[in-house]
């Protein structure tokens, strides 16, 4: 019990004084460090929002497009299909009329009619 009352003698050397203002100085930049993390993270996060609606309304908009290019295809499949059914239906009734124009030639000249 004799060192209760002692003065303490607290020493700080040059090296121990720099050392605790490093460390004071590190939390200091280690909290600057993370708010200004925290902050750019916050700033990447909403450009990579951003970035994907405007990804999400060009693929949209592409989209559209692609389905109407594929519309006014198929209409214009559509139509040379019938045009080529019309040109058939033209080829198969000038061939029956011109059997049937020889037919009756033949059977007249066979004196069958």
């Known amino acids: ?3 209760i009352n002692n003065p303490v003698k607290l020493e700080i050397t040059q090296d121990k004084l720099v050392d605790l ?4 100085a590190t939390r200091e930049d280690i909290q600057a460090f993370a708010k200004a ?3 750019d993270y916050t700033k990447l996060d909403q450009k990579v929002d951003s970035s994907y609606a405007k990804l ?3 693929i949209d908009t592409s989209l559209a497009e692609f389905k109407r290019s594929m519309e006014a295809m198929e209409a214009r499949m559509d139509r040379q299909f019938h045009k080529m059914d019309g040109r058939n239906n033209w080829i198969i009734g000038t061939v029956l009329a011109c ?3 020889l037919t009756g030639l033949m059977g007249h000249w066979l004196h069958a009619f």
Do not use: C, V
């Open 37 to 39: 993390s925290k902050e």
């Open 99 to 101: 059997f049937i124009t």
């Open 1 to 3: 019990m004799e060192n």
């Open 21 to 24: 203002l490093l460390h004071a």
């Open 56 to 58: 999400d309304q060009k």
